[in-house]
C-alpha cells in the first residue's frame, strides 16, 4: 500500500510567485493534516480536514494561504505570492476519523529566493 | 493551552549505551502521547504512543516510554543504542478531547557513536 503521497518534493521560486503542493493520502483516510515545519523546529498544523469539510484552519495565514479537498480525498495547498519567510517543509498527513496516529508523507521543501 | 517542551536540541550516546530523550508536556485534563522520528528527507514516522493504561509504553525498533503524570513527562528510552537510531525525535502531545489538535515539540537530534 502506497503511504501518504506528495509532489513536487523540492521547489525554489522567487519571491512574489505562487506556488501549489499536492497531497494523495492513504486510501480511506477521511482526515487530511497540512503541517509547516520550519527548520529547527516541530511541525505546525497549518489546517485539518474530514473529508472535504476544513475542520481547523485556525492557524492558516489566510491572507496569502489557500487549500482545498475537493471530492474529500486529494488536498492542495497554494501560497500565492510567496514570501522569503515561507521558505519551509511542508507535510501532509492523514488519519482514519478519529485515530490517533497519523501517517505522514515525507513533504515537500520550498526555498523562496 | 498545550504545549510541549524537548529540552536538549542534541543528544550523544555511544551505540551499546542506553538513551534517554526528554519530554515534558503541558495540556488541559489528561493527555494523549506520542513519539515519532524523523530520517533525513522523510516524513516523520510513528514510533510509540500513550493513550490510557499502564505507564510504560513500548514501541517500535526497541524503544520504550513512561508517563509520569506527577512530573508530566514521557520520556523516550532505548536499553541499548544503536547508530541507525541516529535521527531527530519529536514528542507530541493532544488534550483528551475530540478535534484537538496534535502539538509537537521542536525535536531533539539523537547521535550514535560506533
Known amino acids: 500500500e502506497a503511504g501518504v503521497v506528495q509532489s513536487p518534493r523540492y521547489k525554489i521560486i522567487e519571491k512574489k510567485q505562487p506556488v501549489a503542493f499536492w497531497c494523495n493520502p492513504i486510501?480511506?483516510?477521511?482526515?487530511l493534516y497540512w503541517y509547516l515545519q520550519n527548520l529547527g523546529q516541530g511541525p505546525e498544523l497549518l489546517i485539518r480536514?474530514?473529508?472535504?469539510?476544513?475542520?481547523?484552519d485556525s492557524q492558516l495565514p489566510k491572507d496569502r494561504f489557500s487549500a482545498e479537498r475537493l471530492k474529500g480525498v486529494d488536498s492542495t495547498l497554494k501560497i500565492q505570492p510567496a514570501e522569503l519567510g515561507d521558505s519551509a517543509v511542508y507535510l501532509c498527513?492523514?488519519?482514519?476519523?478519529?485515530?490517533?496516529?497519523?501517517?505522514f508523507g515525507a513533504g515537500s521543501r520550498l526555498t523562496v529566493l | 493551552a498545550q504545549s510541549v517542551a524537548q529540552p536538549e536540541d542534541q543528544v550523544n550516546v555511544a551505540e551499546g549505551n542506553p538513551l534517554t530523550v526528554k519530554c515534558t508536556y503541558s495540556v488541559s485534563g489528561n493527555p494523549y502521547l506520542f513519539w515519532y522520528v524523523q530520517y533525513p528527507n522523510r516524513g516523520l514516522q510513528f514510533l510509540l504512543k500513550y493513550i490510557t493504561g499502564d505507564n510504560l509504553v513500548k514501541g517500535s525498533y526497541g524503544f520504550e516510554a513512561e508517563f509520569n503524570k506527577s512530573q508530566t513527562s514521557f520520556h523516550l528510552k532505548k536499553p541499548s543504542a544503536l547508530v541507525s537510531d541516529s535521527a531527530l525525535y519529536f514528542c507530541a502531545v493532544r488534550a483528551n478531547q475530540a478535534g484537538t489538535a496534535l502539538i509537537f515539540g521542536k525535536g531533539t537530534t539523537l547521535s550514535v557513536s560506533s
Open positions: 480536514y474530514e473529508n472535504e469539510e476544513a475542520v481547523d
Open positions: 486510501s480511506g483516510h477521511n482526515t
Open positions: 498527513a492523514s488519519s482514519p476519523t478519529g485515530a490517533n496516529v497519523l501517517t
